[in-house]
C-alpha cells in the first residue's frame, strides 16, 4: 500500500537546518543555548525539531521547524509538548 505522504527530501531537510543553524536560536524545548559547534552525536548538539510531529499530522515546512539539542529532542520524540527537561549537570 502507497503512502499518501510525500517522500521527505534531504535537500529541503538539508535548507531548512542550514536557515534554522544561521539564526543561532536556544533551543525551543528547553531554552538553554545550543553550541552549534558540537558533533552531530553529542546529546547537546543542534538537531530540528518539527514543533507538531511529522507522526502527529505536521508539516514538513519550515514553519514547522525550530531548533533544539539532540537531547531534548530524543526525549520530546513524536509528542506535542515535550516532557520538561531539566538541566543539571548530567543528562540522566
Not at 6 to 27: E, H, L, V, Y
Not at 64 to 86: F, G, Y
Request: hydrophobic share 35%.
Amino acid at each position: 500500500m502507497a503512502s499518501s505522504k510525500p517522500a521527505r527530501s534531504s535537500a529541503q531537510r538539508d535548507k531548512f537546518r542550514a536557515r534554522i543553524k544561521a539564526t543561532k536560536a536556544n533551543c525551543h524545548i528547553c531554552g538553554q543555548p545550543i553550541d552549534y559547534t558540537l558533533t552531530w552525536l553529542d546529546p547537546m548538539s543542534f538537531v530540528v525539531d518539527h514543533v507538531i510531529p511529522l507522526a502527529k499530522g505536521g508539516a514538513d515546512r519550515i514553519e514547522n521547524a525550530k531548533a533544539a539539542h539532540r537531547h531534548c529532542n530524543s526525549k520530546k520524540r513524536a509528542r506535542l509538548i515535550a516532557p520538561i527537561v531539566r538541566r543539571s549537570g548530567s543528562l540522566g
